[in-house]
Structure formats: C-alpha cells, structure tokens
C-alpha cells in the first residue's frame, strides 16, 4: 500500500497539467433551427439534432426539438458533421459544416421513410440480445420481464448466465465470473451477491458478456467477465425518467434518473430506493446410518424463511470537459440497506423404524445493516488520429456489513427452553484502484493497434465474528467458534497487446502480468499465511470475416480464479445446528486454460450465434459436505436414557481437483414480422473432475474420498415478444435446467418462467408495465446428496412466485430513446471485430 500514494499523487499532478488553459478559449455558441413535417407542414417534436466534431468523432452533442419543432444547442465553435433524425422520416444531413457564430439552420422539411415506416418497430428498437462475435450485449431496456426488478433479475435473462436459487451467478455453468459495472470493480456489487439485489433493473442500460476476455482485462474470472453499463444520456439539455414499481408479495420502490449535459459539462445521477419482502422455503429429509449400514434414525429439517429488505442506491457524477480533446469526470456512489431474515425451522426426529422421537423447533432472526461508499476520478485524453487516447482512472470504495442474529430452540412439549444462542458477523472492506490505459492505432488506415496498461487494486477484507451463549442480555462468547479474520489481496498487474486487420484476417495478441500478495491473518487464533505469486496471462484472438454478415473466430486465453466473500469466510452459519456452511480460507487459486471457437451469421430476420469453447482447470475449488465428527444431542422425555443424537453436517468449499469443460452454445433471434421477435439459448456441457481428497475424520481416521464425476448437463431459454390487441407489448421467457452432478450431490431439472404485459400511455411519454416472475412457482432446487453414514434430500426456494406493477414517465426525451428504445437502427450496432477481444 506504500507504493499507492505516490501513484495517486501521480495521477492528481497529470490531471492538474491537463486542465491547465493553453490560451484564452473561445466563447460558446448556439445552433438553431426548426423541424417541420415537409407533407404536413406540423412541427416534428423529440426529433434530435446531432453535433459530431470532424476533429474528434467520438465527440457528440446535440439536442432535441420542443412541442414548435424548435431546437436550439450550446457547442463550441468547430467543424461539424450535423443531421437532422427523426423516427420513420429519412435523416437530414449536414456535412463538414463550420460553425464559428451562432447558426441559425433555418426550417428543415423531413421526407417519410417510406421503407422505413413499413417496419418501424424492426428498425428504430433496439434488439434485447445483440451478438457479435466477443461478446453478447443484452439491452435492459427491451425486456419487459424485468421491469420492477433487481440487478440478478436482469442477470437471469441474459443468454448464456443462470442465477441460481441462492442467487450464485454462473456463466456457461461456470460460477467463475467477475462481475464489473462500467468496466470497474464497483460498490455497487457490495461485500455479497445479496447487494445486487438492492440495484434496480431501472438504472442499467446494458449487460456486456465476454466469455473468453482478452489480456486488456483483469484474468480474474474464468469463465469470463459480466459488465454492467449503467445508464448516461448523451441527448444535450435536461432530461431523465421516473419510475415506480410495487408488487406482492409485498414490495415497492422508487428510481429517478436525471441528466443535464452542456457543452463544456455532464451532470447526471440515478437514484433508488426500494423495498422487498422475499418468503422462501427449504426441505431437508435426512437418513443416519450405523457403522454397518444399517439405518440409525431420521431427521426431516423444514425451513421457512422470511427476508424484508430495503435499500437506497445513488450514483452522482460530473464530467467536465476540459477542451475538445479531454475529459474528467468525477463520479460518487453511496448504498445502504438493512434488513431482518427470520428463519423458523421446524425438526422432526425419528428412530430407525420412523417411529416418531422428538421435535423442536428452532427460530433465528437475524438483522443486517450494510453501507457501501466510492468515489472515482477518470481523465480521458482523445489525441490527433480517431482511437488513439489515454486513460486514467483512481478508484476508493469501503465498504460495511453488520448481521446479528439471535437464535432459540424449543422442544415440542417441554417446558424447559435450551440456550439462546447469538452470531454476530461484522465485516468491513476498503478498496482502491490505479489503472492506466494507452491506445495507439497505427499504419495504413489505422488497421494497426497497440495497446499498454497498467492496474493495482488494493482490498483489505475484515470478519470478526462472534458466537456464544446468550443469558440475560450478555453473550457468552465460544472460543472455538469465535475469530477475526483479516484477508489482504494486492494485486498489481500490466498488459500489452497489439492488433491488426489484413483485409478479412483479424488477428490479436497480447500478455499480462500479475503480481498477487495475499495475506491471511486469524487473530485470535494468531494464525498467519501469506501467499506471493506472480502470474503471466497470455491471450489470443484470430478472426476471419468472410462478409459484414458472417464472421469466424478462434481465441485462446489463460485465466484464475481467487476464493473471496462466502468461499473464504470461516466462520459457520448457525440458522440449523446440524447442517452447517463454512468458507476456508486457505483456499489457493484456480487455473484455467480456455479455447474458444466462435461464427457469426446474419440474414435479413434471422441472426445466428454458436460457439465451441473448452476450458481446463487446475485446483478447483467446490463445495463439499464433510460430518464434522460433532453430534447434537437432544433428551427425549420419554426416555431419558436414549437420547436423540443427530450428526452434524458442514458444507465447505476446497481445492477439490482438476476439471475439463466442453461445451456448445447456439443463441438465435428471429423477427418473422413486425413487432415480432423470437430468441432463444442453448448450452450444452460436458464437466469431467478428477482427484481425490485426504482428510483425518473426528475418529482421527485418515479418510480418502474419491470425487471423481462425469456430469453433462445442459440449459436453454427462449423468449418471445410479440403485439396483442390494444397496442399492448406481450413477452415469456421460458428457462430449463437440464439435471446434473457434483462430486457428491446429484440435482434435478428446473423449469421456470416470467411473463409480462406493457403498454405506453401519456402519448408514449409512459409506460405500464406489469410481470410476473416464476409464474408456476417451480424455481427450487431439488437435490440428493451422500456421505459416508449420512444421506440426504434437499429443496430450496429462495424466493417465491413474484408479480410487479410498474409505471416509467420519461421527460424531454425523444421517441427513439424513450425506455426501450434507444435508437440504434437496424437492431444489432456495430458489427466490427474491434480488438476487444
């Protein structure tokens, strides 16, 4: 952390240099004009001037027209290419126009687009899914089921990433993906995956999938990489959206997304507050067994759980820019939540015969309070040739957990009440990152790239958790399962890449370089390991374009995969007292060597996306259920002499071996007529582990556990939106989980699916949306798991069916951007193999 200062230090003098005035700048000035239908001679409202500096194309500004077909726009003076859109007319254009006075355009007459009008729904809204060939994008805003929902609800949707019922996020079945918004490590994704249920769907423009990540980006992940873009208008002047949801069971909230952008700055913000109560439910049917095999006893374990949570999300940033060529934006995000989780778990005991024994009932309520903070500064410097720019950006997070809970245990039909017991798990975390990106673009058309950076993120993780006895008010803590855990990961690392494009041959290469120093400190135990690697990440990608329409690709990429958050937590969970979930935190990092082979086809209705991957991992860490040696025993009054004694069970994740991973993915979509559109995903894979576990049992036996497994397993969505009479949007979504293996459980198949119905009101300034997620109720999972005198069935369902109404006001925003649709015709964007990778 030493070495930190100086870097930021670094970083604050560059940008103070940057912004320094090179001579007096020139005073602003403004473009107006009046937008007319040429047939009708009526004023053409929200249809967008467009301002695109000649100099520097990625710079764009503009605005909108009023209810008088008038627009007026602030720019600096310049060359410009300028046009005039406007949903279902032909564009206007102005090119390479100078404008060093305010400008008045006069009256400019739109032609309809004839071919245009006859599909408009086709060409002005934007697809859900749009496939290239280094990434799927999902555009938030055309999915109707997820209106009124979360960050995971958005997940869930996207082709090729399942969110299971305890809300583990896998991509490609691989639950080994790093999760970034805007690009980033962010506050936002908090200390668990449980803060993502407080992020709005509302607030995200867009999910970016990248399964085979080049060495641009962080190797962490290795299944790939899920970054989510939050929403940031670039339509000058005021405008935003507000919407309100509120749904059974009982839930509501609130979001207001608002932006102003001039000519020298952006200010935008997003802002939510919302409110959830999730039931669910879980089963456990478990069979002891004696030494001999014989049948011990039973043990049904039925859980009831009931989570209100509510939370308060805003992300404020300005951006400021500098001149014509450079940036600086300053962004702030600050979230809160809190929460109560009641478990009520109902125990029934029985002896070998299923002759009933005992049952008890244990109760645990549990409050959660969690505050996360960040605040970021970017510098961006555009130079003279299109693409070739630097980066910087300086990144510092904390972030707080705070869960208390009280447990108590009766059994039915005894006066005497047990120990209350009490766990109090606090956990902090401080975050920061340096990065430095550097693009040139070089040769014959800037066909030619080069690519240099540099990224240091620094976290400290503290867990100091505590459980004992309560009596009167007091805990009485347990030694043997009370620690603090300090986790230090540093990570500095650097890259280089360098691309080219020979005629239809693509071709990208690069390596990066990790340098990790992990420390691991249990205090109370004074326990230290620390762990210092270095790492080399070599990728590439070769790519074949046979038209704009078909494209292939093949891509190699070395990647790992560090245990964090529950996988390193040590400290159990304690809401059952004999099936318990652990972290270790020795875990050591996982390995992965991913190839992947890619082809893109496009025809005039009909898009088709399929991939070959395989991945091979090293170390692999999962979980496993071990019996703990420890047994809980229960007096039975009606025999005092033979009590109730029930094993205990532990789940804990280790590095249990290496695996192979084959598999294939198929994503289509397909737009037979208009407003129509049909999609649908396909994943197949095979996963093959291989080794074998030695631990010493609670007898002090040296017990050797073979894991081997040949699992294959599949998974598919399908989509589809068409219109209904009334001008009403209809969607379902249908998802599938094939049935699958881990090394000791066996899961069944899953069908789910949401459905939803919208429709635009206030002359298309609104929209009324209402869904329902998981319809049938059906989203459990459902699995059988053995150890060696222990067998068990399980269920569980985190949260139940889900119906939401929600409502979206949108101000001073044109037609072809309102909610959904944001405008960029012909429904896929660009389709260059851009060295993304």
Do not use: C
């Amino acid at each position: 952390m030493k070495h930190l200062f100086p870097l930021v230090l670094l970083f604050a003098t560059f940008t103070t240099i940057a912004q320094r005035p090179q001579g007096q700048r020139p005073e602003p000035i403004t473009i107006t004009g009046i937008v007319i239908d040429q047939d009708t001679g009526q004023p053409l409202e929200y249809a967008t001037l467009i301002l695109q500096s000649i100099r520097d194309p990625n710079k764009v500004t503009g605005g909108i027209t009023d209810a008088s077909g008038k627009f007026s726009v602030e720019t600096m003076p310049g060359r410009y290419n300028a046009r005039i859109e406007y949903m279902s007319y032909k564009t206007y254009n102005f090119e390479a126009q100078t404008f060093k006075t305010s400008t008045d355009l006069g009256t400019i007459k739109l032609i309809l687009d004839v071919e245009q009008l006859q599909e408009v729904e086709v060409t002005a809204e934007r697809t859900t899914v749009e496939l290239r060939l280094d990434k799927k994008i999902y555009n938030v805003g055309s999915d109707l089921t997820v209106k009124g929902g979360s960050v995971t609800d958005v997940l869930d949707n996207v082709p090729s990433v399942t969110v299971d019922v305890e809300g583990t996020i896998s991509l490609r079945g691989n639950e080994s993906v790093r999760i970034l918004v805007n690009g980033k490590p962010s506050a936002l994704s908090g200390l668990s995956t449980d803060a993502l249920q407080q992020l709005p769907a509302e607030a995200i423009e867009k999910v970016e999938v990248i399964t085979n990540p080049s060495a641009r980006y962080d190797a962490e992940g290795t299944a790939g990489i899920l970054n989510i873009i939050l929403k940031q208008s670039k339509t000058a002047g005021v405008n935003g959206s507000v919407s309100l949801n509120v749904g059974t069971p009982e839930s509501y909230g609130a979001n207001v997304s608002l932006n102003l952008r001039r000519d020298k700055f952006n200010i935008f913000t997003n802002t939510s507050y919302r409110y959830r109560n999730s039931p669910g439910n879980a089963l456990f049917e478990q069979e002891n067994f004696n030494e001999d095999g014989s049948t011990a006893s039973f043990q049904d374990e039925i859980r009831d759980y009931q989570r209100q949570s509510d939370g308060f999300n805003t992300n404020i940033g300005f951006e400021y820019f500098i001149d014509e060529s450079s940036s600086i934006t300053n962004s702030f995000v600050y979230r809160t939540s809190g929460g109560d989780d009641n478990t009520d778990i109902d125990f029934f005991n029985y002896d070998a015969v299923m002759n009933p024994t005992i049952q008890r009932n244990r109760f645990s309520t549990e409050s959660d309070d969690d505050e996360d903070v960040q605040y970021s500064v970017n510098y961006k410097k555009n130079f003279e040739r299109d693409g070739h720019e630097l980066t910087i950006d300086y990144q510092y997070s904390s972030g707080s957990e705070l869960e208390n809970s009280i447990i108590e245990e009766t059994i039915v039909g005894e006066t005497d009440e047990l120990p209350t017991e009490q766990t109090i798990n606090d956990e902090s975390q401080v975050s920061q990152l340096v990065q430095m990106d550097y693009v040139l673009p070089f040769g014959k058309d800037s066909k030619s790239q080069f690519e240099l950076g540099y990224r240091g993120t620094f976290n400290n993780f503290n867990t100091d958790f505590n459980y004992g006895i309560l009596s009167n008010g007091v805990l009485a803590s347990d030694p043997d399962y009370s620690n603090e855990l300090n986790y230090k990961e540093y990570v500095n690392s650097a890259y280089t890449q360098l691309g080219t494009k020979i005629d239809k041959f693509n071709i990208l290469g690069g390596l990066r370089m990790e340098a990790s120093d992990i420390g691991i400190e249990l205090v109370n135990t004074n326990e230290v390991s620390n762990k210092t690697y270095v790492d080399w990440f070599p990728s590439l990608f070769l790519g074949y374009e046979f038209s704009e329409k078909e494209q292939l690709t093949i891509s190699y990429s070395r990647r790992l995969r560090r245990p964090r958050s529950r996988f390193i937590n040590p400290f159990p969970s304690r809401s059952s007292n004999t099936n318990l979930f652990q972290g270790n935190p020795d875990l050591d990092p996982t390995y992965t060597n991913a190839f992947d082979l890619g082809y893109l086809r496009r025809w005039d209705k009909f898009t088709f996306n399929t991939s070959a991957y395989y991945n091979y991992s090293t170390g692999v860490f999962q979980f496993i259920t071990q019996e703990t040696g420890d047994f809980v025993e229960i007096e039975n009054s009606e025999d005092p002499s033979n009590p109730v004694i029930v094993p205990v069970q532990v789940r804990t994740p280790i590095n249990l071996a290496d695996e192979s991973r084959f598999g294939m993915e198929f994503t289509t979509s397909f737009v037979p007529k208009r407003n129509w559109r049909l999609s649908w995903n396909l994943n197949l894979f095979q996963q093959k582990l291989t080794g074998d576990y030695e631990y010493t049992n609670y007898q002090n036996e040296v017990i050797v556990q073979n894991f081997d497994v040949d699992n294959f397993t599949y998974f598919t969505r399908f989509s589809a939106k068409l219109p209904l009479p009334g001008a009403i949007d209809f969607q379902s979504n249908l998802f599938y989980m094939g049935p699958s293996e881990s090394a000791q459980s066996k899961y069944k198949s899953m069908l789910s699916t949401n459905l939803a119905f919208s429709k635009d009101v206030v002359k298309e300034k609104a929209t009324v949306s209402l869904n329902v997620s998981d319809l049938f109720n059906t989203r459990k999972r459902r699995s059988e798991t053995r150890t060696d005198n222990v067998f068990t069935y399980s269920e569980f369902q985190r949260r139940e069916r889900q119906v939401t109404l929600s409502f979206l006001y949108r101000f001073n925003q044109p037609q072809n951007q309102k909610g959904e649709r944001n405008g960029q015709r012909n429904g896929g964007g660009d389709d260059d193999m851009d060295f993304e990778g």
